[in-house]
């Protein structure tokens, strides 16, 4: 087995964020950043595809695509 | 076949006349002089498929109401003083939103709880201007029990043609006095059922002004999905604070009954051809003033009557011409000066203008109309 | 895969008016996500507000919408369901709209048990106006009207609905996002009145008031204040101090106003 792991590609729509910390913090994997006011990813690697920050993100601005 | 006939309220006459125009829903709230209305829709209703339903108080029933036609069907409420200080709050969600619905109201005597068994003709003004902000108003003045069937039917007619609420303003003499009444026949009046949009559920807008003044409405669960709201909102019927929309959104709904005046208002001009002196009348004091007319007519005094039947929009024209040709108008009316108000305003001081102005719970008897004569200049 | 809520959004209409943080659009996915789950169609359901942050949520909503008075939600809902009770009714708003203005309409249509579904956002607080407290602002929390302390106690909205006999009865918080659809598509089901009250924050007016450094914070709040009723019954009264029961409480079965009144129908010999 040398599947290797598929990454998802975080979408962060910038025009609806309101850069509230909700998806920074209570990411378990430590994710995502504020980069000034709008929230952007750090560390894709990280991400296990829980879907809390889109889940969470009161502002509709966050897709999380994943298969 | 020979014409239904009955002995009857003009609040139970009120209920048939609804029935007669197509009214499927009833909303309301116990209060006196009014719930004959209610106790003969909840009896009636049902039994045509309608629904009658007692909400918790006069707002609710109000609001009630207005949900009732935005789903589609014609909504009646009735209520009295109390009850219609109440429903102002919700009256003019119906005049923002546009949402056609009729408002039977018995005058009683008020402020507050005033008296509540004794009649008045004191909420003309409340029924104007009751609910906040700029609005247009519809309101009808029923003087016999006939009349006030009749009325109801006009009533759901201009709610549906000019989308909004219409209110019907019987004083407690009128709406507990029995009469006998002829049940119309179908088809014998006419019946309006407001405009349904012709565009695809895509393409409406609930409030498009390339439909005219009073753009189609669509109901609830018809196949449209649309917003509305009770804030200033745009032709989409979403909210907007844009000045130039807001300003033209409000001036078409005055204008929508202002440019219809003379399909709205409705009077009757009794002996006035060749009259001296005017008595402006309304409701049940009419019949008191059409009883002073004959009387003064037979003692050779040139006086003649007219009638309001829709009291708003006042009939600003009609007394306008008459204050030309009149040395005085006498205005009968059961408060402190409301209609004579109005009539002042369109006489212009062009003549003179006597009120005869009753709070007590008596009726104004027609003596103290012929007895006013006599103080014309 | 990425959840589609522009599914059920009106196009345009975001970004949304509630402030950085607020729970409101927390609430609002989780509702959409139970339409998509149930598949309610657009043209058949309502979503009917009264007056504040929270009852602006039906703008968004690509349904039969209806914005109505402060309070007045529950009556005019009342009348769209009676008037067309094959639609789906579902009722949202704040605290303040629900338990004060709107207390009397709340509690009948609890009593009447008309088959739809209210959701209360309970932020503790009057937002819109500028944070003036609320029936359910707790004893002795700042608010705009209560600089010394709020001296009132405050309603539990879910007990008030069992009281007043809504027949499903859940809660849940702006903080278990996950479990807001489930409490939401639950209670649609359910036939009757269901009452799904979401605890919520308010950073902007409440919050800054009453000690809060953070959104993070108040979500943080609603985190450890929460007891699923499952777990509820293993704990002593001791543990429970200060927590708030989340879950399903209530569901009984009890005759639907609607279908009452479709008897009514048939007693008078009317069609239906």
Redesign the interface.
């Known amino acids: 087995m040398s599947e290797e792991k598929k990454l998802p590609r975080i979408e962060i729509i910038e025009k609806y964020c309101k850069g509230c910390h909700i998806c920074v913090e209570f990411c378990p994997k430590k994710v995502l950043e504020m980069k000034g006011f709008v929230a952007s990813v750090k560390d894709l690697d990280a991400c296990i595809k829980c879907m809390q920050c889109e889940l969470r993100c009161p502002d509709f601005a966050i897709k999380v695509h994943a298969e | 076949m020979s014409k239904k006939v009955a002995f009857m309220q003009g609040n139970e006459a009120a209920a048939h006349g609804a029935l007669y125009a197509g009214c499927?829903?009833f909303?309301g709230y116990p209060i006196t002089p009014s719930t004959e209305v209610a106790e003969v829709m909840s009896?009636e209703?049902?039994?045509?498929?309608?629904?009658f339903?007692q909400?918790?108080?006069e707002?609710?029933?109000m609001?009630?109401?207005?949900?009732?036609?935005?789903?589609?069907?014609k909504?009646l409420t009735a209520t009295s003083g109390p009850g219609m200080s109440l429903k102002q709050?919700?009256i003019g969600?119906a005049c923002i939103a546009e949402v056609p619905c009729v408002i039977y109201n018995v005058m009683r005597g008020g402020p507050s709880t005033g008296m509540p068994t004794g009649p008045s003709q004191s909420d003309l003004m409340s029924a104007r201007w009751g609910t906040h902000g700029d609005h247009a108003t519809i309101a009808l003045t029923p003087a016999s029990v006939q009349e006030t069937y009749d009325m109801m039917v006009r009533a759901f007619n201009l709610a549906e043609k000019y989308r909004m609420p219409v209110h019907v303003l019987p004083d407690e003499i009128v709406a507990h006095m029995r009469e006998r009444i002829e049940f119309r026949e179908q088809g014998e009046l006419e019946v309006i059922d407001r405009t349904a949009p012709s565009v695809p559920?895509a393409e409406y807008k609930p409030y498009d002004p390339q439909f005219g003044d009073v753009p189609p409405l669509a109901a609830?669960?018809?196949?449209?999905?649309?917003?509305?709201?009770?804030?200033n909102k745009a032709a989409d019927g979403?909210?907007t604070t844009k000045a130039n929309l807001v300003q033209a959104e409000e001036e078409r709904q005055i204008r929508k009954v202002m440019a219809n005046v003379d399909d709205i208002v409705d009077f009757e001009e009794y002996k006035l051809d060749d009259a001296d002196i005017c008595v402006v009348a309304f409701g049940s004091t009419s019949r008191s003033a059409r009883y002073a007319v004959n009387e003064a007519r037979e003692k050779g005094v040139k006086v003649g009557m007219f009638r309001i039947k829709t009291f708003w929009p006042f009939p600003d024209k009609q007394i306008k011409a008459l204050a030309g040709k009149v040395k005085a108008f006498i205005v009968p009316e059961m408060n402190l000066g409301m209609c004579s108000l109005e009539v002042e305003r369109c006489a212009q001081g062009k003549a003179q203008i006597l009120g005869i102005n009753r709070v007590d719970g008596e009726p104004i008897n027609p003596d103290q109309i012929l007895e006013k004569m006599k103080e014309v200049k | 895969m990425a959840f589609d809520y522009d599914k059920y959004i009106r196009p345009g209409k975001l970004p949304h008016i509630w402030c950085p943080g607020c729970g409101h659009g927390i609430i609002m996915k989780g509702l959409i996500r139970a339409m998509d789950t149930l598949n309610l169609k657009k043209e058949e359901t309502a979503i009917v507000s009264g007056i504040g942050c929270a009852s602006r949520l039906p703008g968004y909503i690509d349904c039969c919408t209806l914005h109505t008075a402060h309070g007045r939600a529950a009556a005019f809902a009342t009348g769209v369901k009676m008037a067309r009770p094959e639609m789906n009714v579902i009722l949202v708003g704040g605290d303040g709209d629900g338990t004060a203005i709107g207390g009397n309409h709340f509690i009948h249509a609890c009593r009447r048990n008309i088959n739809m579904t209210y959701i209360i956002m309970n932020n503790n607080i009057y937002g819109m106006t500028g944070g003036q407290f609320s029936p359910c602002t707790p004893t002795g929390a700042k608010a705009s009207t209560t600089p010394y302390g709020n001296p009132d106690p405050a309603f539990d909205v879910a007990k008030l609905a069992i009281g007043a006999g809504a027949t499903f009865v859940a809660r849940g918080t702006a903080y278990h996002a996950n479990q807001i659809d489930k409490l939401i598509t639950e209670a649609i089901q359910h036939k009757g009145f269901s009452v799904v009250e979401i605890l919520d924050d308010c950073p902007t007016t409440y919050g800054r008031r009453n000690k809060f450094k953070s959104v993070i914070e108040m979500m943080n709040r609603l985190k450890d204040v929460a007891v699923p009723v499952k777990a509820a019954e293993k704990m002593s009264a001791e543990q429970l101090e200060g927590k708030i029961l989340t879950g399903v409480l209530h569901k009984v079965e009890r005759p639907e106003y609607t279908e009452e009144y479709a008897k009514v129908i048939e007693r008078a010999g009317g069609k239906k």
């Open positions: 499927k829903f909303a009896a209703l049902p039994k045509i498929g309608g629904k339903i909400m918790e108080d707002i609710g029933a609001a009630a109401t207005i949900g009732g036609s935005l789903a589609g069907c909504s709050e919700n969600y559920p609830f669960g018809s196949g449209y999905k649309f917003h509305v709201t009770g804030l979403f909210p």
